[in-house]
């Protein structure tokens, strides 16, 4: 059970319904913040609009986004390339969910308090496993449910600036696994100066953003399952990863 005794997918309609009141509020400050007050700009966002619209236009099968991890807040420029503040006052669902790690931006009452209102659902990486296992089964109920999930599916931000196969958590396998349908978009973002991890990006940084989509299976079963799809899908980061330095070059 969750606050106040609801069972766990109560308590996520009702934090939905706080986000999405105060949507109006947030999101345009976010976009404000990001765009002028960080100078920040995104290359690449039209076409990733344009497929993630397409996506959302079917809500009866599962959409999964994993994305490359550098910064702490990489789910916001993910957001971002993804769709505008309008586009997600619009259509609240679209949206992506995150799972932030807990021990970054939940430790202090003001910080559960926002991430609970920016549609977070905190995880303890490589804490317990029961812990972990019903964050993604809140995260599997809100695919089911028609809504959106942004997952980053390497073990944290990559030490050495490059996508790292081995580094593939089993959680997004798992996932990706419970759900034999879903789509995988998966996302790769990075800035002109970025060249390690970091916490935030430089000011006025340039970002160049592309995805894809991609509906991973595998013939394992169990931990091995997780294991082989998580794989599949960071390995597919690392093929968007390779395009963007040789396009770069």
Same mark, same amino acid.
């Given at each position: 059970?969750?606050?106040?005794?609801?069972?766990?997918?109560?308590?996520?309609?009702?934090?939905?319904?706080?986000?999405?009141?105060?949507?109006?509020?947030?999101?345009?400050?976010?976009?404000?913040?990001?765009?002028?007050?960080?100078?920040?700009?995104?290359?690449?966002?039209?076409?990733?609009?344009?497929?993630?619209?397409?996506?959302?236009?079917?809500?009866?099968?599962?959409?999964?986004?994993?994305?490359?991890?550098?910064?702490?807040?990489?789910?916001?420029?993910?957001?971002?390339?993804?769709?505008?503040?309008?586009?997600?006052?619009?259509?609240?669902?679209?949206?992506?969910?995150?799972?932030?790690?807990?021990?970054?931006?939940?430790?202090?009452?003001?910080?559960?308090?926002?991430?609970?209102?920016?549609?977070?659902?905190?995880? +303890?990486? /490589?804490?317990? @496993?029961?812990?972990?296992? #019903?964050?993604?089964? $809140? %995260?599997?109920?809100?695919? *089911? &449910? =028609? !809504?959106?999930?942004?997952?980053?599916?390497?073990?944290?931000?990559?030490?050495?600036?490059?996508?790292?196969?081995?580094?593939? +958590?089993? /959680?997004?396998? @798992?996932?990706?696994?419970? #759900?034999?349908?879903? $789509? %995988?978009?998966?996302?790769? *973002? &990075? =800035? !002109?100066?970025?060249?390690?991890?970091?916490?935030?990006?430089?000011?006025?940084?340039?970002?160049?953003?592309?995805?894809?989509?991609?509906?991973?299976?595998?013939?394992?079963?169990?931990?091995?399952?997780?294991?082989?799809?998580?794989?599949?899908?960071?390995?597919?980061?690392?093929?968007?990863?390779?395009?963007?330095?040789?396009?770069?070059?």
């Amino acid at each position: 059970m969750d606050v106040a005794g609801r069972p766990p997918r109560d308590a996520l309609r009702v934090q939905r319904a706080v986000g999405r009141a105060l949507g109006p509020l947030w999101l345009p400050l976010c976009g404000l913040l990001m765009r002028f007050g960080m100078g920040w700009q995104i290359e690449g966002t039209q076409a990733v609009r344009r497929t993630y619209r397409t996506l959302r236009a079917d809500r009866r099968t599962p959409l999964l986004v994993c994305a490359n991890h550098l910064t702490l807040v990489d789910s916001f420029l993910v957001g971002w390339a993804l769709g505008s503040p309008g586009f997600y006052l619009r259509d609240w669902d679209a949206l992506p969910w995150n799972t932030p790690e807990r021990a970054n931006f939940a430790r202090r009452a003001w910080q559960r308090a926002a991430i609970y209102v920016l549609k977070c659902i905190p995880i +303890a990486r /490589g804490g317990d @496993r029961a812990e972990v296992a #019903l964050a993604l089964d $809140r %995260v599997r109920s809100l695919l *089911l &449910r =028609g !809504e959106v999930a942004l997952i980053f599916p390497e073990a944290g931000r990559s030490r050495s600036g490059r996508v790292q196969v081995e580094s593939a +958590a089993w /959680g997004v396998g @798992r996932l990706v696994s419970s #759900l034999p349908e879903c $789509r %995988v978009l998966v996302v790769y *973002l &990075r =800035g !002109e100066r970025q060249t390690s991890w970091s916490a935030l990006p430089a000011w006025g940084e340039r970002f160049h953003v592309r995805a894809e989509v991609i509906e991973p299976k595998t013939d394992l079963r169990g931990l091995r399952a997780s294991v082989d799809l998580a794989r599949r899908i960071v390995a597919r980061l690392a093929e968007l990863e390779g395009r963007h330095f040789d396009d770069r070059q």
